[in-house]
């Protein structure tokens, strides 16, 4: 149920207007009596309220409270007003304000207006009240022979029965005597708090003279008050910027009422103290200064840590400027191997085709074989152009092959174990042997091999002449 609730007024809260009984039924899907019968408990409740046009109820948030929850919150004479202008209900303030009897009170009596209230403009705020309108006014009346200042304040109430009506509050502005030691109290209670406070109050007159502070400034300026009540002393403001901080009070005005600002001075024990202040001015409702409020807080170690933190960023400072000299060095010698790189591999680049412009201009067969684990040579790493004219095959299909791809081992076996061991001992080896072409074809062809080093890796250089040339080359 009170989910039901929250959701209803959760929904009137967001509507500009009022809502139906019908609206509210589609909005939560339940049944027509049931949304009644929730609008009627929120109704009685003060929560919501309702206006009748024709045979259409609208239902919205009430603007107006209940008549109990007022007269148990007033201290002050107070009564409820219903439609008909009755006086339903009363505390015993406003019985004994207007004389009534408490023993003629019963419970749900209704009670007329007294005499006192019979003013135009009083019966005219209560009709509106009425009708809803909140209203305050200052009434003067002569009850039981004694002249009231009143202050009236008439607020719109929802009663018990579920109808409008009004409240009407009175605050006795005429009796303040009475109760100036009610004020009294309660300065004194005010001036407890501020001097229990660890932070430094005080007031200036205009003319900057002390004339109020509190036990936190009297430690913290090492004097008693009497030393510095009624004195233009700026304790804690070194004696040389004293006129600085007068000037700063001569800044605030009734444009600019608040001023922060921090002053600097020396402990007995000569270290630096650093505190912040918040000074306000007052002002009369003609624009008059009527004093100065100040509250300092001590931010001395704030200041130590700033002074801290500048000190390390000025170290750290330091440290990325050295960093930076030294990668900025490094960059520059990098940068300065870089260029020696690039002109050795251009230098290499270059003796490459130089190289390769030879290898392809002999003119026997060449060819260039990575080394087996046995010795002999095994893949085709380079061919240049008369290995390709004379076996057939172009340059990329070659350097696929294996040396078993185009060489046959038609030749003397005893031939081929002593050329092995010679070869061993890094010596050019000579014989002959076939070669196949493309086409299935073989050429007899005396080979040269020499074994040598390139790149950490052992290649076989092999330049062969043909014994015999090709019949179509």
């Known amino acids: 149920m009170k989910d039901i609730e929250s959701n209803i007024i959760n929904y009137l809260q967001k509507k500009a207007d009022a809502a139906t009984i019908s609206e509210l039924t589609k909005q939560f899907a339940i049944n027509r009596n049931t949304i009644a ?7 009685r409740r003060g929560d919501v309220e309702v206006a009748q046009f024709g045979m259409m109820k609208f239902y919205r948030l009430s603007s107006r409270i209940p008549a109990k929850v007022m007269l ?9 007003i219903d439609m008909e202008k009755n006086i339903v209900s009363c505390n015993k303030y406003f019985l004994e304000l207007f004389s009534f009897n408490a023993s ?3 419970p749900h009596s209704h009670y007329a207006f007294p005499e006192e209230f019979c003013q135009d403009d009083l019966i005219d705020a209560i009709t509106n009240g009425i009708q809803g309108e909140m209203s305050e006014e200052i009434c003067m ?8 200042t009143l202050h009236v304040k008439i607020l719109p109430l929802i009663l018990e029965d579920n109808t409008y009506g009004c409240g009407v509050i009175f605050r006795d502005e005429s009796r303040v005597q009475p109760f100036s030691f009610f004020l009294e109290e309660s300065e004194g209670r ?45 304790p804690f403001t070194l004696t040389s910027l004293s006129l600085e901080t007068e000037a700063v009070y001569q800044q605030i005005t009734l444009e600019n009422p608040i001023i922060e600002f921090e002053t600097k001075d020396v402990t007995s024990n000569g270290l630096n103290r650093w505190l912040q202040w918040y000074v306000r001015g007052h002002f009369s409702a003609h624009g008059e200064l ?12 704030l200041k130590r840590c700033e002074e801290q933190n500048r000190l390390y960023l000025q170290s750290v400072e330091y440290i990325v400027h050295e960093r930076t000299h030294a990668l900025q060095e490094s960059n520059q010698k990098l940068a300065e191997q870089l260029m020696v790189s690039e002109k050795k591999a251009a230098f290499l680049s270059e003796q490459e085709l130089w190289y390769r412009a030879v290898f392809n201009n002999i003119a026997e067969l060449t060819l ?16 240049n152009i008369r290995a390709c004219q004379v076996l057939q095959y172009n340059h990329d299909e070659l350097v696929l092959m294996v040396s078993s791809d185009i060489i046959t081992e038609k030749h003397n076996t005893k031939y081929q174990k002593s050329y092995v061991k010679q070869f061993t001992e890094d010596q050019i080896i000579r014989y002959q042997g076939i070669m196949m072409r493309k086409d299935g074809g073989e050429i007899l ?12 890796k052992s290649v076989v250089l092999m330049i062969c002449r043909c014994m015999e040339e090709p019949k179509d080359l």
């Open 104 to 106: 003629e009170q019963i």
């Open 290 to 301: 009527l004093e100065y409020n100040a509250i300092g807080r001590d931010i001395t170690q």
């Open 72 to 80: 148990r919150l007033v201290m002050d004479p107070a009564c409820i």
């Open 141 to 148: 009346m002569n009850i039981s022979g004694r002249n009231y």
């Open 445 to 456: 062809v005396d080979i040269s091999e020499q074994r040598f080093r390139m790149k950490e």
């Open 368 to 383: 260039l074989f990575e080394q087996d684990e046995e010795g002999e040579a095994d893949r085709i790493i380079e061919a």
């Open 37 to 43: 019968k929730y609008l009627q408990v929120l109704v």
């Open 190 to 234: 005010y001036r407890a708090i501020v001097d229990d406070q660890p932070d430094l109050v005080c007031r200036r007159a205009p003319d900057l003279t002390l004339i109020y502070i509190n036990k936190a400034y009297c430690d913290a300026a090492r004097r008693s008050a009497d030393d510095l009540l009624g004195k233009r002393l700026f």
